[in-house]
T-cell receptor, first 112, second 113 residues
Framework: DAEITQSPRHKITETGRQVTLACHQT?????MFWYRQDLGHGLRLIHY???????NKGEVSDGYSVSRSNTEDLPLTLESAASSQTSVYFC???????????FGEGSRLTVL | GNSVTQMEGPVTLSEEAFLTINCTYT??????LFWYVQYPGEGLQLLLK?????DKGSNKGFEATYRKETTSFHLEKGSVQVSDSAVYFC????????????FGKGITLSVRP
């Protein structure tokens, strides 16, 4: 079965360190997205990609970057982690014809 | 811009109670509308959807009708179960192949036995 997987599922890091969260999907979807989920804010879009070598900023992109070198993967990098980036991060990919999103199980990041 | 507004939560119900979770939206054109559910410790998964006005999406006993005249997509279930305890998100996707979903803030439902 097709799926979308994230790693690591849990990560604790220190302020100022670089962190990369991996996302891998086997749906063969062109569209991929990164969201963060925080209490009181729901889901907020960080970055998204519509295909290989395409990346776009979402509403909360400061301090984050992504790259898309193939269809399957969209890693999210925090260049210099800050405590405000403590959150649960979700990767998703979408079916272009229906717009339906398929989510990974999330990565819980704690920045101390 | 596009936006989705959900009723404030959390909501606590007894088993077999009737559930309504309100959702209204602002968008141009004819967006598709979705309800996603997030069970504890998991990612979001699609619960139901509707792609045009007056469509009714349904799944697992939940229903929602796309009402363009009131720009609403309220979620209902006639008899909730403890296993329905989760966070529910309303979302919209504008028309177009590369549209991004806009989510509401989500509402936590707790069902007690």
């Amino acid at each position: 079965d097709a799926e979308i997987t994230q790693s690591p599922r849990h990560k604790i890091t220190e302020t100022g360190r670089q962190v990369t969260l991996a996302c891998h999907q086997t749906w063969n979807h062109n569209n991929m997205f990164w969201y963060r989920q925080d209490l009181g804010h729901g889901l907020r879009l960080i970055h998204y990609s519509y295909g290989v070598h395409d990346t776009n900023k979402g509403e909360v992109s400061d301090g984050y970057s992504v790259s898309r070198s193939n269809t399957e993967d969209l890693p999210l990098t925090l260049e210099s982690a800050a405590s405000s980036q403590t959150s649960v991060y979700f990767c998703a990919s979408s079916d272009q014809s229906t717009g339906e999103l398929f989510f990974g199980e999330g990565s819980r990041l704690t920045v101390l | 811009g596009n936006s989705v507004t959900q009723m404030e939560g959390p909501v606590t119900l007894s088993e077999e109670a009737f559930l309504t979770i309100n959702c209204t939206y602002t968008a141009t054109g004819y967006p598709s509308l979705f309800w996603y559910v997030q069970y504890p410790g998991e990612g979001l998964q699609l619960l139901l959807k509707a792609t045009k006005a007056d469509d009714k999406g349904s799944n697992k006993g939940f229903e929602a009708t796309y009402r363009k005249e009131t720009t609403s997509f309220h979620l209902e279930k006639g008899s909730v179960q403890v296993s329905d305890s989760a966070v529910y998100f309303c979302a919209l996707s504008p028309t177009g192949a590369n549209s991004k979903l806009t989510f509401g803030k989500g509402i936590t439902l707790s069902v007690r036995p």
